[in-house]
């Protein structure tokens, strides 16, 4: 059983470009979450996502940041005209209930670099 | 809001070294609290857990106590080995103004063992 894949592990974007991450969330998991984590800071939730909703976005910037996750295929976190303050690692998580407990599993996150 | 303050790294210690890494948390009501670890080049796995005061999470010779009067969990080791090289996540779960659960991560403290 396959754990939860990301990719790419690492993307390299000049400014002004997009960036698109990947997660494929564990089998049988219909809920996912994104989290950044900046250089020497903790992890900082973006985004709860369940297929074809987002539930809640509180932490995503409301500017140039979108996230989807569709009925077929991965979750996308999307980042619109990147600026070197986007650089940081994003991890998502999947579950297969509402509740992020044990049954939450990480993948090994994109480390995005913005040139 | 939620916060969680974690011990600063990096940590280095000799193998059969006793390790403490102290995390406080700031929080409304009666979270859950965890420990995470993520090893090189790896996503982030649960290491223990406790859901109430007084609890202790245990797992691979580690083991944190939820200390509500100090609002601590600081997670223990007695004798720790070069394998437990790793960035260790204390985090906080809780409940958003969604309805939604959610972790809050302190920054990591990053530990190395020396044979």
């Known amino acids: 059983n396959a754990g939860v894949m990301q990719n790419p592990r690492h993307l390299v974007r000049r400014r002004g470009q997009e960036a698109r991450l990947r997660c494929s969330p564990m089998?049988?998991?219909?809920?996912v979450y994104w989290y950044r984590q900046l250089p020497e800071e903790g992890l900082k939730f973006m985004v709860y996502?369940?297929?074809?909703?987002?539930?809640?976005e509180s932490g995503m910037p409301k500017e140039r940041f979108s996230a989807e996750f569709p009925k077929e295929g991965p979750s996308i976190l999307r980042i619109q005209q990147v600026v070197r303050g986007d650089s940081a690692a994003y991890f998502c998580?999947?579950?297969?209930?509402?509740?992020?407990?044990?049954?939450?599993?990480f993948g090994q996150g994109t480390r995005l670099t913005v040139v | 809001g939620n916060s969680v303050t974690q011990m600063e790294g990096p940590v280095t210690l000799s193998e059969e070294a006793f390790l403490t890494i102290n995390c406080t948390y700031t929080?409304?009501?009666?979270?859950?609290l965890f420990w995470y670890v993520q090893y090189p080049g790896e996503g982030l796995q649960l290491l223990l857990k406790?859901?109430?005061?007084?609890d202790k999470g245990s797992n691979k010779g580690f083991e944190a106590t939820y200390r509500k009067e100090t609002t601590s969990f600081h997670l223990e080791k007695g004798s720790v080995q070069v394998s437990d090289s790793a960035v260790y996540f204390c985090?906080?779960?809780?409940?958003?103004?969604?309805?939604?659960?959610?972790?809050?991560f302190g920054t990591g403290t990053r530990l190395t063992i020396i044979p």
């Open positions: 998580a999947s579950s297969a209930v509402r509740q992020l407990n044990t049954e939450a599993f």
């Open positions: 089998k049988g998991h219909s809920h």
């Open positions: 996502l369940q297929k074809e909703n987002i539930i809640d």
């Open positions: 929080a409304t009501g009666y979270p859950s």
């Open positions: 406790a859901t109430k005061a007084d």
């Open positions: 985090a906080l779960r809780s409940i958003s103004n969604f309805g939604n659960e959610k972790l809050t």
